[in-house]
């Protein structure tokens, strides 16, 4: 295989960089909770990411992005504390290389290729992604001078196990992190910081985020209300679980979602709606990744369909 010397090996992106700083409090904050071996998968999953999208675009004397970081950071964020660093590297590959270069690299991918990633392994090792979890540690430099919380804090209760079992979930807890999770969905307050920070700088869209966070909240409460004794209430769909993150960091990728504005309201909404849908009524606890993915996938006709009703309305 012949490789060309591209004119720059990495491609700055300002916005993609800057979606990696927002996540930087959030990584940080991965490792007091869960200890060093947090950053030590980051480190992981980074390298093999870089490198699957080196593959492709060094060949064709092309650099690689920016945006494969995001990638592998919200792909990692996205992980229980315990799974296999093996398992992480089978995922960001097949994120990359199908969930990207395989539509052609930057700018051209249907799907979100974390989200892809993370499927693939929710799908094939669904033990290691549903069933083992950690308790966070607490106190002093909590993870920053640990490996990991231990055999004694393994747990199979997260947030949303708890409320199916009818037990009581500390709001506090939920809003500062100290909960078991996937490592990068546990704080609400740094969620939250990153995404005003995305918002305020202009590297994500509030549309996207906000109608995903109405749509959630408005069926929630419907359905909630109703009496369904698996749905809970809107407060609490929003800050457990992976749906605030996934909001703010998932659903505004740019390229797989859509570029009206229409269209993005519409998206958001049903992203939202459809994962308190699949968390409430399905075996699967959390249902925002497989929303994204399904919503990819309509992203195309989506914006087509707002572009072609304007342009009637245009007309008339």
């Avoid at 970081?69 to 229980?80: A, K, R």
């Avoid at 979100?112 to 993370?118: E, F, I, L, Y």
């Amino acid at each position: 295989m012949a490789f060309k010397k591209p004119d720059k090996l990495f491609l700055k992106q300002r916005v993609m960089l800057k979606v990696c700083y927002a996540l930087i409090p959030i990584v940080l904050a991965s490792i007091y909770l869960f200890g060093l071996r947090s950053l030590t998968l980051l480190a992981v999953v980074v390298i093999f990411g870089v490198a699957s999208e080196a593959v492709f675009v060094l060949k064709e004397g092309k650099p690689v992005t920016s945006a494969v970081f995001v990638t592998c950071f919200i792909f990692s964020l996205s992980l229980p504390p315990l799974v296999p660093f093996w398992m992480a590297v089978i995922g960001i590959v097949a994120g990359v290389a199908v969930g990207k270069m395989a539509f052609g690299g930057f700018g051209q991918n249907t799907f979100n290729p974390a989200m892809v990633g993370r499927c693939f392994i929710y799908i094939t090792f669904p033990t290691q992604m549903t069933n083992e979890w950690v308790e966070p540690l607490r106190g002093g430099a909590g993870g920053f001078g640990r490996w990991f919380s231990g055999a004694d804090a393994l747990t199979q209760a997260t947030p949303l196990t708890l409320f199916r079992e009818g037990s009581p979930v500390s709001i506090e807890s939920l809003f500062f992190g100290n909960t078991s999770g996937s490592l990068g969905e546990t704080s609400v307050l740094l969620i939250l910081l990153g995404g005003a920070y995305l918002f305020y700088t202009g590297a994500a869209s509030y549309r996207l985020a906000g109608s995903c966070v109405l749509g959630g909240i408005v069926l929630s409460g419907v359905l909630h209300g109703l009496g369904a004794p698996s749905i809970p209430s809107p407060l609490m769909t929003l800050i457990s679980g992976s749906f605030l993150f996934g909001s703010v960091f998932v659903v505004t990728e740019p390229v797989s979602g859509p570029k009206t504005k229409a269209g993005q309201w519409i998206y958001g909404f049903i992203i939202g709606g459809l994962t308190v849908v699949l968390r409430g009524f399905s075996n699967f606890s959390e249902g925002i990744m497989f929303s994204v993915l399904l919503m990819n996938a309509f992203v195309p006709v989506m914006d087509r369909a707002v572009r072609e009703l304007g342009r009637k309305k245009a007309a008339k």
